[in-house]
C-alpha cells in the first residue's frame, strides 16, 4: 500500500483538491465583502485616511473659509466628503466628529 493509500492520510491528489477548495473559498471571500484595499468602480484603489488626517484636513479648509457658513458641520462634512472621496459614512467612522469640534468648537 502507497502512502497516498493509506487510510486517514491524503496523497497528492487530496492535497491538490484541499488547496483549490481553500482557494475558491478565498477568492468568494475577498469578491464577497470588499475590504480596504478593495477597487472601487473606476479601479482607483480606497483612500487610506484616518483621524489625524482629517483633522488635518479640517484645519486647512477653517483657514481658508470665507464666513461662518462655511464652518458649518454640514458643508464641512461635504468638503471632506469631495477631498476624500468617500462616502459621509466612512468620514463619521474615521472621526469626523471628534476632528471636526476639535478644530472649528475648539472642544
Known sequence: MSVS?????????????????SRTRRDARASAAPGPAAARAGGAPLPHFGYVHLLNAIADYAKSARCEND?????????MRQEFETEPETLLSR?????????????
Open 71 to 79: 464652518l458649518d458641520r454640514l458643508v464641512v462634512l461635504e468638503r
Open 5 to 21: 493509500q493509506k487510510p486517514g492520510t491524503r496523497g497528492r491528489a487530496g492535497k491538490a483538491a484541499q488547496d483549490e477548495s
Open 95 to 107: 472621526g469626523f466628529d471628534k476632528a471636526y469640534r476639535q478644530v472649528v468648537e475648539g472642544v
